[in-house]
């Protein structure tokens, strides 16, 4: 569990119910390398936002949200801005819960309270008991529209996609994007197409909306999350949010 870890980060538990729980402190822009692990995770941002993505699909995880990460699984884990990564992990051959697929779970209040208790050193052994056990009956999947952002493989259509993850609001043509990295618009088309499943308009809207997810877990204001994600009214970005994840921006991240 401890191969990614960095400075400050710490680990307590690896105890009596097979439940461990890390810290991660995470400064802005902070990313942990693809990797897998033997055990369960749980990934919460006790403060902060978390990014976690697995092969096709992205979560982005505000203090009301953590993601169980199965045994196995690929993923990465990174932070926009400054952070606290607090992961229990569950150890499959005596964990009680068995999702075979990365789950969002609602985190309420006395979740959050028992993994920053379990995360205290030197608790005593009947305490950890006790607690991991609630820990357990806690867990409960809440249903939440992921996004989805592949990267194309050609080196072209690559350089405009890596563009729009670091200046979503960039709004040139393909035509424009041609010009920049020596293709046509038609050239440039046909790569999204093949290698991402989608087109390029709706390849950049989703990665407007990833964007707005993670400045919207921060608590950015709708009116300014439009404009930083290129949409010149609220408005217009509120209907394609509705429209992407079936629900408004306020009500996205509520703590249900």
Not at 16 to 33: D, E, H, Q, T
Not at 79 to 97: D, F, I, K, N
Request: proline fraction near 9%; include cysteine; charged fraction near 20%.
């Amino acid at each position: 569990m401890s191969d990614l870890a960095g400075p400050g980060a710490s680990f307590a538990g690896l105890g009596l119910g097979g439940l461990a729980v890390g810290s991660f402190p995470m400064p802005a822009r902070r990313k942990f390398r693809e990797h897998r692990h033997r055990w369960h995770q749980l990934a919460w941002a006790a403060e902060g936002v978390v990014t976690v993505e697995t092969p096709g699909r992205t979560w982005v995880l505000p203090p009301v949200r953590a993601l169980w990460i199965p045994a196995g699984v690929p993923h990465t884990t990174s932070a926009h801005a400054s952070s606290m990564l607090r992961s229990p992990y569950l150890w499959p051959e005596t964990c009680p819960v068995g999702w075979n697929e990365p789950t969002v779970i609602n985190v309420p209040p006395l979740l959050r309270e028992l993994i920053v208790h379990l995360a205290t050193p030197k608790l005593p052994n009947a305490a950890r008991a006790r607690a991991e056990a609630v820990v357990y009956d806690l867990l409960e999947p809440v249903e939440i529209t992921t996004i989805e952002v592949p990267m194309p493989v050609d080196e072209r259509a690559r350089r405009v996609a890596e563009a729009l993850l670091a200046d979503p609001k960039d709004g040139r043509t393909l035509d424009a994007w041609g010009r920049e990295v020596g293709a046509s618009s038609r050239t440039l088309a046909r790569l999204f197409d093949a290698e991402t499943g989608m087109s390029f308009g709706r390849w950049r809207t989703q990665a407007r909306m990833r964007a707005a997810l993670e400045l919207l877990a921060e608590g950015v204001p709708v009116a300014t999350v439009a404009r930083r994600v290129g949409y010149e009214t609220a408005s217009a970005f509120v209907a394609v949010f509705k429209r992407t994840f079936g629900v408004s921006p306020r009500m996205y991240f509520r703590d249900s």
